[in-house]
């Protein structure tokens, strides 16, 4: 299995398979336009502008899961990003990331990055809050998972190695 095996639907509602994007680095995130992360779209504009010639690719996904801080439309969504951050790279269609609504992408890649559970607590490798982030190598498998609090400049070291 792969990232590339699934397909999402951008923010028209179109079908996008994400084997449009082998041989790319991506880093997968779930967002939000009302949270007290929501800044973290600078950072990954800036990632991504830094990084989008050597081949990485970063693809947003607004859920409106964790207490409704992405109410808005997917049009709403591509303006307030485009606006208030600059953002440049793709933003899909408003989806769901964890439990039984998740989409098949989040699924796979939840499963594919586990996070250890606080000893007597039941495992669940689901998005904790928004923007959860999954870095993705060349061949379209999980490399690395960022969680929500750390910045995207975090994840710069890993994404440089996997670019080389």
Same mark, same amino acid.
């Given at each position: 299995m792969s990232v590339y095996e699934y397909t999402v639907n951008n923010a028209k509602g179109e079908p996008? !398979?994400? !084997?449009?994007? *082998?041989? *790319?680095v991506l880093v997968i995130v779930n967002t939000a336009s009302q949270c007290g992360l929501t800044p973290q779209y600078e950072g990954l504009q800036a990632l991504y502008e830094q990084f989008a010639p050597q081949g990485l690719e970063i693809l947003g996904f607004p859920c409106n899961q964790f207490a409704e801080q992405e109410p808005g439309t997917n049009e709403d969504i591509q303006s307030f990003c485009k606006l208030n951050y600059g953002v440049t790279f793709p933003i899909f269609a408003k989806v769901d990331v964890r439990g039984e609504t998740a989409i098949p992408l989040f699924r796979y890649l939840s499963d594919s990055a586990p996070v250890e559970a606080p000893e007597g607590e039941a495992q669940d490798n689901d998005p904790k809050w928004n923007f959860t982030k999954f870095v993705i190598d060349r061949e379209g498998q999980v490399a690395a998972r960022f969680e929500p609090r750390e910045t995207p400049a975090a994840m710069e070291a890993a994404l440089a190695e996997l670019l080389k």
């Open positions: 996008v !398979s994400l !084997s449009a994007y *082998k041989g *790319k």
